[in-house]
């Protein structure tokens, strides 16, 4: 199987849905084949906001009947290769073997495929995936990484990324905010990114397109080839 991300976090809301959209983005428009799984089960929001016609009828669900898995996969418009699966409905259960056996499958005809999780510190379903790698969106404010921390212990020796999500400068080290030392050490993860706080960021939903220049896909690239193993330095935070 090619690499397959999930992104978690403790804490809700943190941007796990926009930055999951915005790394595929990423890693398709550098020439690969993208698949995002929306796995936030009766609160599905990767096809909204994606622009994908809300009369969709198939979900994830339907790639465990009798339908071919590939009638599952809807294409994002104007990006290359990049595909979205909706998320179930509530009373959707699978097991995590059955789970595992579909992503092998995805991941034949995929390079990259990213798990957009619901919050919380429930792994269950992905914890038989072999190979993936987690990544725990977060924000600056002590709560986001103190959840961050409980997702790590909550992996049990697997280590994750850190994104630092809706970053803002301005907060480094004000009142109860750490500098990004401080927030590395107490996650305790390892930070792969920092995307900062924007209003085009923040429209994702609405306008359903990440600009092709800016300091989000700057942001965004990143982190994406850090994630494919380069090394990329990160930038003076008033510069991100
Ligand atoms: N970097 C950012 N800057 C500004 N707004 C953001 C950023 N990332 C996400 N948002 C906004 O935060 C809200 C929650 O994002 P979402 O991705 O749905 O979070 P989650 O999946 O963690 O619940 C959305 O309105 C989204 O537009
Ligand atoms: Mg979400």
Redesign the pocket.
Known sequence: MGKCFAVV?GK????????SCGLAVSFSRKGNSVLVIDL?KGLR?IDSYFGIDPDVVLDLSDAFTDNDISDVFYKINNENELYVIPSPPADFNINSDDFSVFLEKCGSRFDVIIL?LP?GLDFSLIKNVPGIKYIC?SNQDPVSIKDAAAVRNALNGISPLLIL???DVELLGKRKYDNIDGIIDNSGIQLVGI?????D?????ITNKFKKRGR?IKALNRITERLAGKSVKLPRPDNI
């Open positions: 976090s809700g809301g943190t941007g796990k849905s926009t930055v936030d929001c957009d919050a969106v999500n809706k970053f995307i900062p706080d924007t209003k960021m923040k429209m994702f939903p989000i």
